[in-house]
C-alpha cells in the first residue's frame, strides 16, 4: 500500500505517495537520469535496462492519473531534500527543493520540464548531502542512490578530478551495467564551461552560498526569508559542519 506524503507549502489539491521503493530499479536511475540531464531517446539496453521496463518506467514517472512520486533525502539538523514528479494534465515536472519543518516555507532548488531552472547544487553539496549520517526519518539511505537523486541539480565550475569516478561508481551499484557507468557519468556531468561558470560564493549577508548561473534558483540565498539562526543551520548542514 502506498504511503501518503504531506508537504504543507507545497502544490494544494495533490496526491502526494512516498517513491523511495522506485530507487530498487534500474529503469528508474536510468529514467530519472535521462529525463532531467540525459537524453530520453538513447537505447536503454545500453546501460543494461531492459526496454520494456524503461518504458513501463517512463510512463509511471510521467502519468498525471496517479498520485506523484516523492523521493526523499532526509539530512542534519532536521532538513530534508525532496524530489517530485509533478504530473499535471497538460505537463510534467521534476521539482527539487529542501524544507525544514519549522520555516513555513520551501527553499526550491530547481525544476525540469516545461520551465527548467538549474543548477541547484554545488559539488559539495551534492556529496555533503550524499553522505550525511543517516537518522530514523524517512527517505533514502543509500549513498549511491542519494547521490544519483539529487545529481539533476549539479552545476559547479570548480568539479574535482573524481566526480566522474564517484557518480560512475554510483551508476553501478545502482544497476548500471558497470561497462557503460563511466561513459553515462561523463554525459550526465558533461564538459565544463568555457567561462568558469557557474561559481558558488557566500556573500556578508547570508552565510548560504549563492549561484552566478542566471538561471538558477539560488542567485538568491536559499528559502529567503527564514531566521538567521535557520539560515546558519542549513549552510552548516549544507557543508557538512555539525
Known sequence: MAVTVHIPEYVEDCALVAGEDLAREPAFWLAH?????GDPSEDPER???GTSAYEEMVERLGNPEEPWPVLRVPFDGGHTAYVVYANFEDLNNV??????PEWGRLGYLGQYGADEASPG???TELTVLAEAAQDKREGLTDGSQRLLLLLPMLGDA???SEARPMVAQALSRCGIRSDAADELATALLGEQEPDGEPRWTVTTDNPIAVCSSSNSPRRIP??????PG???ALADAFNGRR
Open 158 to 160: 570548480d568539479m574535482p
Open 222 to 227: 536559499l528559502a529567503l526569508g527564514i531566521t
Open 121 to 123: 547544487l554545488s559539488w
Open 230 to 232: 535557520q539560515s546558519q
Open 33 to 37: 537520469l535521462l529525463l532531467t540531464v
Open 47 to 49: 546501460y543494461g535496462v
Open 95 to 100: 521539482d527539487f527543493f529542501v524544507r525544514h
